[in-house]
């Protein structure tokens, strides 16, 4: 047995001590979910097929860690009795990693993980308690801009919606396929979002277009970033398992593209990310897999941008105090809140 390989940890690396230069945070949370079930569990599928991925990055140049630490915590699971309660939890859990000094990667989970990890990245010291500092990319199959799912607002499928309710400044998505006409209408009344969708940047004739314009809207991009990627957004052969797999979605070497140019670009820094709707497929590890091999790539884009000067680490220790905030007391953006009924998805 190897005793530098540890089953727990991403990748199978154990952490170094000292400080953490990339906190892994497994959200084992499955609530509103609506076809698919199984996201619970897809958090310890990825980090358990992360033993199989390769440690060398040819772009980083060397096998991970790299020299950094990076850190796996233990499965955080919502005690709460109520939704909104738990996702105070999930914004209690997650907002010591978002303090300028590490980098937080959390694993979902359904996508609704997205407005606590939003919510915990207003105290982060290049966000000061300001949202509208902040620009969300999006990989996904689904808009996530519905107003409520059967009557639910914190559903999955609102993710996106509950992230501009809380202020983000801009919304760039890319992958989208599958969204109401109620989307449509939020994707154009809705200065803040860019939506790029698969059938123009997957076209089999002009999609190379469309896509060389979705990685200059990331190379112009400056300020804070969050990533956020819905596996789905990837083509459904790659991920099948996932809640919803969609056709007609990105190829893996699209996302690995959209990191590595997300990451390139010196004028952002990119403070977190989520690879979320893992679920764990038994006949084959394909799903998890997948899953892991773009959570390893952002690992390692992270780790170059930080060597190259491209990560602007806030260490100073000045960081806002995160203001006090329950989702209890969230009130939805009353311009989008359509009264209109929805149908079921
Ligand atoms: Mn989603």
């Given amino acids: 047995m190897d005793a530098f390989f540890d089953a727990r940890q991403f990748l199978g690396l154990p952490s170094q001590g000292g400080p953490v230069d990339v906190a892994v945070i497994p959200l084992a949370y499955e609530l509103t ?14 980090i358990q097929a992360s033993a199989q991925v390769e440690l060398f990055d040819p772009t980083l140049g060397e096998d991970l860690p790299a020299g950094a630490n ?8 919502a005690q709460a009795p109520t939704l909104r309660l738990q996702l105070d939890e999930m914004l209690g859990h997650a907002t010591p990693w978002l303090d300028g000094q590490c980098f937080p990667l959390f694993l979902g989970g359904e996508h609704g993980i997205l407005p606590p990890v939003i919510q915990a990245a207003s105290s982060h010291p290049l966000v000061g308690g300001d949202l509208s500092k902040l620009t969300v990319v999006q ?11 059967n009557g639910e607002i914190f559903s999955h499928a609102c993710a996106a919606s509950r992230s501009l309710d809380l202020g983000i400044g ?7 396929r599958a969204y109401s006409s109620q989307e449509a209408q939020r ?6 979002i860019t939506t790029f969708f698969a059938r123009d940047t997957q076209h089999p004739h002009t999609g190379g277009k469309a896509w060389s314009k979705w990685l200059d809207n990331l190379r112009q991009l400056s300020g804070p970033v969050h990533f956020t990627l819905d596996i789905d957004g990837l083509d459904g052969a790659l991920v099948p398992a996932t809640g919803t797999p969609v056709p007609g979605g990105l190829s893996y070497w699209q996302a690995v593209e959209t990191i590595e140019v997300l990451f390139g670009n010196p004028n952002i820094t990119v403070i977190s990310a ?8 038994h006949d084959t590890p394909l799903t998890q897999f997948t899953a892991a091999c773009l959570v390893t790539k952002i690992v390692a884009c992270h780790l170059l941008a930080k060597r190259e000067g491209r990560w602007e680490s806030s260490g100073t220790g000045e960081r806002a105090d995160p203001p006090s905030f329950s989702f209890e007391d969230f009130e939805q953006d009353e311009a989008f809140a359509s009264p209109k009924k929805e149908f079921h998805s």
């Fill in 33 to 46: 979910t609506s076809y698919g079930m199984g996201t619970a569990e897809g958090p310890r599928a990825c």
């Fill in 139 to 149: 990989l996904d199959a689904h808009a996530d801009l519905r107003s409520h799912l």
């Fill in 170 to 176: 801009r919304l760039l998505q890319a992958g989208v």
């Fill in 187 to 192: 994707i154009l009344a809705d200065e803040r």
């Fill in 274 to 281: 989520d690879v979320n709707e893992i679920t764990p497929q």
């Fill in 70 to 77: 990076i850190m796996t915590l233990e499965d955080f699971e």
